[in-house]
């Protein structure tokens, strides 16, 4: 079992609202510090780690025990010395002792609803996501899932803030 004080290398969680950069900073700051990028959304997809699609929703609902699982091989056995960056727009369903570090990525509204437009979300999946980033769920939901010494809040709006974050 991966423990903290057991590391050589730190975990870090990126997580935030679709949109955010979460990827894309995961995949740089993997890159400059030579850590292994999990992307949970490629694994679950890969995975298949779903259990049904909502079409109210606009989404697959997550088998967070598939996923869990198996992840659980990757950050307990093939990395327990650290040194993993994982991105996902959720974190509370990821055990404590996995992370030592959670960054909550944020962005201004105006930029995360042309960057949902893009990806070509629906306007109801667009709308409750921008809700959420209004609302600081993602934030909240971190700080009440970790210690929230560890959880850290960063603006990434632009290319220059995302490196000056990495």
């Known amino acids: 079992m991966s423990c903290p004080d057991e590391r050589k290398q730190p975990n870090i969680l990126i997580t935030g609202t679709p949109g955010v950069g979460k990827t894309e900073m995961a995949t740089c700051i993997a890159e400059k510090l030579n850590l292994h990028h999990i992307n949970v959304g490629n ?65 201004d509204t105006e930029i995360l609803y042309d960057r949902l437009t893009a990806r070509a979300y629906s306007e109801k999946k667009r709308d409750e996501n921008m809700q959420c980033e209004i609302m600081n769920v993602i934030l909240d939901e971190a700080k009440e899932s970790y210690d929230p010494v560890i959880v850290q809040e960063l603006s990434n709006n632009t290319i220059e803030e995302m490196d000056e974050n990495v």
């Open 43 to 107: 694994v679950i997809r890969e995975n298949k780690c779903h259990l049904e699609y909502d079409e109210t929703l606009d989404t697959h609902v997550l088998d967070e025990e598939k996923l869990l699982d198996i992840l659980e091989i990757d950050v307990d056995t093939e990395h327990l010395n650290g040194g993993i960056v994982a991105d996902y727009h959720a974190c509370e369903l990821f055990p404590e002792r996995w992370f030592d570090l959670i960054l909550v990525l944020r962005a």
